[in-house]
């Protein structure tokens, strides 16, 4: 059974840094990519940061320049790191991976960032 397990999450002042992490246990064939996403109350979801299987990645423009995401060779671990966070980071941060031709999704269950002014 897979399980994509995040953990980092916490309170932090603003212009703090935190790191997420997002571990896989079991087995994912042919995985396309990883990435991060995170929901605000009341707000949509919204992809944060994604790396692919050639290491390129992608940010949203709110983040880009403050966040970095990573990820191990094997693909079973991926870290987002964010800088100079605002309480406009805070959110709920999940992990999303992509798999097969199909891009099946696969979602951790979140970690709550919370940013304070």
């Known amino acids: 059974q897979v399980q994509l397990v995040e953990s980092g999450g916490g309170l932090v002042q603003a212009g703090g840094s935190l790191r997420v992490s997002c571990a896989r246990s079991?087995?994912?064939?042919?995985?396309?990519?990883m990435a991060w996403y995170r929901q605000a109350p009341g707000k949509q979801r919204e992809l944060v940061a994604q790396?692919?299987?050639?290491?390129?990645?992608f940010y949203a423009d709110s983040v880009k320049g403050r966040f970095t995401i990573a990820r191990d060779g094997a693909k079973n671990t991926v870290w987002l790191q964010m800088n100079s966070l605002g309480p406009e980071d805070t959110a709920v941060y999940y992990c999303?991976?992509?798999?097969?031709?199909?891009?099946?999704?696969?979602w951790g269950q979140g970690t709550q960032v919370a940013v304070s002014s």
């Open positions: 999303n991976v992509r798999a097969g031709v199909g891009y099946l999704n696969y």
């Open positions: 079991g087995n994912i064939v042919d995985i396309r990519d």
């Open positions: 790396i692919d299987t050639f290491g390129n990645t």
